[in-house]
């Protein structure tokens, strides 16, 4: 749809008929670079045999696989989305918190909003850079959850952290996060900060009316 915005006269068709030639061309042998389809578009991405010789020249980046137990939480969070804090503990029967940041900092998961119930929680959800890196084009094409959990410790590739990303986010005045959407996405800093307000324990309730 962009490419046909920004071409104007070009039909969808002819967008994929050109996109798929350009694909065949680099999948040509002696080709560094592959046209891929994810996420709902399409992406130029390294080929994966030389993902090793990318690792060496990129030394600019910290890179760190994901735990066992952050795996375990995000198959939970990309499996059962939407869902809170409370509800990712209870079926792991462990405290997330932790793993619930680093999971946000790596781009995985994102803050999508609270629930509709007393306290209204936040609601996590996965990002379109989940999409991207595990090679899906929506929720619809997950494997059966023994299958991505394989997926996950056998093939993930290094995530990369970026170094603000390690910053810790001041906690916000109560007041700041009462007012979260229910739904839809928030601003990257707006998010961090309320998560980090949700970890400390100074989320803000709206009080309960008693009946």
């Not at 890196?133 to 929506?138: A, E, K």
């Amino acid at each position: 749809a962009r490419l046909m915005s920004i071409l104007g006269t070009v039909s969808k068709a002819e967008v994929v008929q050109a996109l798929g030639v350009l694909a065949h061309d680099l999948d040509r042998e002696g080709r560094g670079i592959q046209l891929v389809q994810v996420a709902g578009g399409y992406r130029l991405v390294t080929k994966q045999e030389y993902g090793p010789w990318l690792k060496r020249i990129d030394k600019a980046k910290t890179a760190q696989k994901l735990s066992r137990s952050a795996l375990e939480s995000l198959a939970i969070i990309a499996y059962k989305q939407p869902l809170v804090r409370a509800e990712i503990e209870e079926i792991r029967g462990v405290e997330t918190s932790g793993v619930l940041r680093t999971l946000c900092e790596r781009k995985l998961v994102r803050i999508v909003g609270r629930k509709d119930v007393p306290g209204r929680p936040i609601m996590y959800g996965t990002t379109k850079f989940f999409l991207e890196h595990f090679g899906l084009q929506d929720l619809s094409q997950l494997p059966p959850l023994r299958e991505f959990k394989e997926l996950g410790e056998s093939e993930q590739a290094l995530l990369p952290i970026e170094e603000e990303s390690m910053v810790m986010f001041k906690t916000p005045n109560p007041s700041d996060t009462r007012n979260l959407p229910l739904t839809g996405d928030l601003a990257e800093g707006e998010a961090g900060m309320v998560f980090e307000a949700e970890a400390n324990g100074a989320m803000h309730h709206e009080p309960v009316e008693q009946s």
